[in-house]
């Protein structure tokens, strides 16, 4: 092989191999966007007679937040566990837990490097952190986490939807909402990059397999809402996760995108949750 084909072979093993390097290096400050909590937020929550519940992971010190119901039996109060979207707070939630119903009682839990949490995110670190939240506030109301699990349900928006599956999957929950979802960060991943870039994803959100082991349980029920002018997540991802599970999950197309959907919903999602909390 003379020196030139050498050169020209070094050159495109180079070419093939940087964007490969590229992604497996800068994948986590494309998929997650961190940042700590805003001015106002925590003084909101504690306004509103919520509270920190701090705990340990393998990523350090997290705090997730808890708003305790406005009414009624704390002890019996259906618990909505929350999970925001991958720019968002968990704290944003707390728009909502205002105008829904008072008998609500929220968990909303950040990602290990967002609000006041320590750590990086990812899948892993994300399910052990819902995990310990959840058995963190069980402390604090002197309950069980069977006994918890037992009146909770899940919400959560964009990767906040995937977050929202994996703590449903790991405590046994089988009732929530899920705002534009996606079916799979490898299925993401091939709309933006395309094949066969899709599969260096190292941050395998999979909310098709997990719905499908949630719904496994007969009294599985989910509803999905996805905005048809969404131009980050394809309506069409919500349509094939609700088609896959036509007798435990309903999915409705609504008007907005991916980050107003939240707005264009708010007095849907505020019936659909007292529906939901209702079921057995």
């Not at 998929?31 to 700590?36: A, G, L, Q, S, T």
């Not at 052990?128 to 604090?140: D, Y």
């Not at 997990?210 to 349980?217: D, F, G």
Request: overall charge neutral; some cysteine.
């Amino acid at each position: 092989m003379n020196l030139l084909l050498k050169r020209l072979l070094r050159l495109a093993i180079i070419a093939m191999l940087t964007p490969v390097i590229f992604l497996l290096s800068c994948q986590s400050s494309l998929i997650y966007h961190p940042r700590p909590n805003e001015p106002g937020m925590t003084e909101h929550l504690e306004n509103n007679r919520g509270e920190r519940i701090t705990y340990r992971t393998s990523q350090g010190m997290q705090t997730a937040w808890y708003r305790p119901p406005y009414r009624g039996d704390e002890a019996t109060a259906p618990l909505w566990i929350a999970f925001a979207g991958n720019g968002s707070l968990a704290l944003d939630w707390m728009h909502l837990a205002g105008i829904a119903d008072g008998r609500f009682a929220w968990l909303m839990i950040d990602y290990p490097g967002y609000g006041e949490c320590e750590g990086n995110p990812t899948p892993k670190a994300i399910r052990q952190s819902s995990v310990a939240a959840l058995e963190q506030l069980a402390v604090r109301l002197k309950t069980s986490r069977e006994v918890l699990t037992s009146r909770s349900l899940v919400i959560g928006h964009s990767l906040g939807a995937a977050a929202a599956l994996m703590c449903a999957e790991d405590l046994g929950i089988h009732r929530g909402i899920l705002i534009s979802p996606f079916t799979s960060m490898t299925d993401m991943g091939r709309e933006v990059l395309g094949w066969p870039l899709c599969y260096l994803n190292l941050h395998r959100f999979d909310n098709r397999q997990t719905l499908s082991a949630i719904c496994q349980h007969p009294d599985a029920v989910f509803t999905l809402y996805h905005g048809t002018g969404d131009d980050l997540i394809p309506t069409r991802m919500s349509a094939e996760l609700a088609a896959a599970h036509p007798s435990k999950v309903i999915f409705h197309p609504v008007a907005g995108g991916h980050n107003d959907v939240l707005l264009h919903l708010q007095s849907t999602l505020k019936a659909e949750m007292v529906r939901l909390s209702s079921l057995k």
